[in-house]
């Protein structure tokens, strides 16, 4: 299978703890993007990343949020203190041309 | 600021019964119009990119238009499989073109 894949898939902590997520896109893409779906809702943009650069950054991205691709190839997203707030569904996509294709997503659940 | 609204929220047909999901976008320098997808705790799965008004695409039961303020996704003789939320999303004219997604459509397909 040569799509984006993220991992873990289900992830579930305490409030206060960090978590790490991963997402590898599809090989030949350069273009990353972090979202975050709560139920019911559409995705929601968080960040963009061309090969290693962060380029763009959402509001919804505090401090406790960071986000990297160190090179050029798979990111990982981090967040540091986890709040309630957090559980969401936290999906990343790579692009081709113009259309972004997703992976399977991680399902954040902080108690 | 972008916008996208999709309607109606949920959808219920029979099975064979045609209809149509409406997606209105108020975006600066439209980039493309997308269509997905998504199962319940799975990502979003891409199904069409639009460009530009007037444009039209198909796959097997379904075809999404688009005009200069409105895209739909038509669904022709609905089967059980088709049960799915559909989302729309618009890439802006930014520099990183990420994508401005709609709630979706929750569409059920009885048979």
């Known amino acids: 299978d040569t799509g984006v894949s993220q991992d873990p898939r289900h992830k579930i902590t305490k409030r206060g703890q960090n978590v790490t997520f991963r997402c590898d896109p599809i090989?030949?893409?350069?273009?990353l993007y972090w979202y975050r779906q709560t139920l019911g809702q559409g995705p929601e943009f968080l960040t963009y990343?061309?090969?290693?650069?962060?380029?763009?950054k959402s509001r919804l991205l505090s401090d406790r949020f960071s986000a990297e691709r160190p090179k050029g190839s798979f990111s990982t997203l981090e967040i540091q203190r986890t709040e309630q707030g957090d559980s969401a569904m936290y999906l990343c996509?790579?692009?081709?041309?113009?259309?972004?294709?997703f992976g399977p997503g991680t399902r954040l659940l902080v108690l | 600021e972008d916008q996208v609204t999709q309607s109606p929220e949920a959808l219920r047909l029979q099975e064979g019964e045609s209809s149509s999901l409406n997606c209105s976008y108020t975006v600066s320098g439209l980039r493309g119009l997308f269509w997905y997808r998504q199962d319940p705790g799975k990502g979003p799965e891409f199904l069409f990119t639009l460009y530009s008004a007037g444009e039209e695409k198909e796959k097997e039961r379904l075809k999404a238009t688009l005009t200069k303020k409105e895209s739909f996704l038509h669904i022709t003789a609905p089967k059980p499989e088709d049960s799915a939320t559909y989302l729309c999303a618009a890439g802006a004219d930014n520099a990183g073109n990420m994508l401005t997604f709609g709630g979706g459509t929750r569409l059920m397909v009885k048979p």
């Open positions: 090989s030949e893409h350069n273009r």
């Open positions: 996509a790579s692009r081709s041309q113009e259309t972004q294709y």
């Open positions: 990343f061309q090969n290693e650069a962060q380029l763009e």
